[in-house]
């Protein structure tokens, strides 16, 4: 298949429609679970009391509080696109109503709802609403209907083209951050042994506060080389077919253990985790569909 314009052609893939929609309810999910909390308790976190009145021009901050409408049409549109994008109903609206509801959520409360993760959330859902994709297959309407093959196939450059932005934005991403940590001396420091010495409830997670020294120096010495290998190993060896799969895992590997170690948000690890998936080789999807390994139920024997 010809290479998306202006994209290099090793994160084209041929459709990724199962990796894209992976990527979907990952997405999501994510961002259900980082959200959803401050919603529960919705007079404490959206009600008048709680509004940055500052961002807005005073005759709308006057309404706003009065009426306390603001708030609860963000949560809905928020709530609404997040639901509709996990069940992979009409990917443009579903991600147009979670932008524009999550992005008022966050900037007119003064819940800390605020994370660096929130920066690949806005690129992701307005690539969403601008190109759609990912409903082909692992969606509600597809499910019911049982449409699933004739979507993949008429619906085939659509699903290459979110999906291959995406990957080279998160994947682009991914590799800064290593650059970043070059510059900033992780190759021949240890800066990561000064997160490891932040107190309780701060940065790392409660059971590694208070480590030894010999233990604090190795592990700080394996994130810091780990980070570098995977920031910057991982883009290079997913341009690669046969090297794929295997950047995918270690991926998915290291944002595991980083939200382990570290007290990131879950949508942090959703959105890496999310970055795995997309990396799979189309290939490596066409062979567990074809092998049935997942259900044995699943698999069809010759009649007599």
Not at 97 to 122: C, E, P, Q
């Amino acid at each position: 298949m010809d290479s998306v314009e202006g994209i290099p052609s090793p994160y084209d893939g041929e459709r990724g429609a199962y990796q894209l929609a992976a990527f979907r309810i990952v997405f999501y999910g994510g961002l259900m679970i980082h959200f959803v909390p401050s919603v529960v308790e919705y007079d404490l976190n959206y009600g008048a009391h709680s509004l940055r009145s500052v961002v807005w021009d005073r005759r709308v901050a006057a309404w706003v509080l009065e009426n306390d409408l603001s708030p609860i049409a963000l949560v809905t549109s928020a709530a609404l696109g997040c639901t509709l994008g996990l069940l992979g109903l009409w990917p443009r609206l579903a991600a147009t109503l979670a932008a524009v509801g999550l992005y008022g959520m966050v900037n007119v409360s003064m819940v800390n709802t605020h994370t660096l993760a929130l920066t690949y959330a806005w690129f992701v859902l307005w690539t969403w609403a601008a190109m759609g994709g990912g409903d082909d297959v692992l969606s509600l309407r597809t499910f019911v209907s049982n449409e699933q093959s004739a979507r993949v196939a008429a619906r085939a450059g659509t699903t290459m083209r979110t999906r291959t932005v995406l990957l080279v934005y998160l994947v682009g991403a991914l590799f800064i951050a290593g650059i970043e940590k070059i510059l900033a001396g992780w190759a021949h420091t240890l800066p990561a042994k000064t997160l490891l010495l932040y107190p309780e409830g701060t940065v790392v997670r409660s059971y590694l506060v208070g480590l030894p020294e010999p233990w604090l120096t190795c592990l700080s010495a394996c994130f810091g080389v780990a980070a570098l290998v995977v920031e910057l190993g991982a883009p290079i060896a997913a341009a690669y077919a046969p090297s794929r799969n295997a950047s995918a895992a270690v991926t998915v590997l290291f944002f595991l253990c980083v939200t382990a170690t570290m007290q990131v948000p879950l949508l942090f690890l959703a959105i890496h985790l999310g970055v795995g998936v997309l990396l799979v080789d189309d290939n490596a999807v066409r062979r567990v569909r074809e092998s049935r390994l997942v259900c044995p139920m699943h698999r069809t024997y010759p009649s007599n």
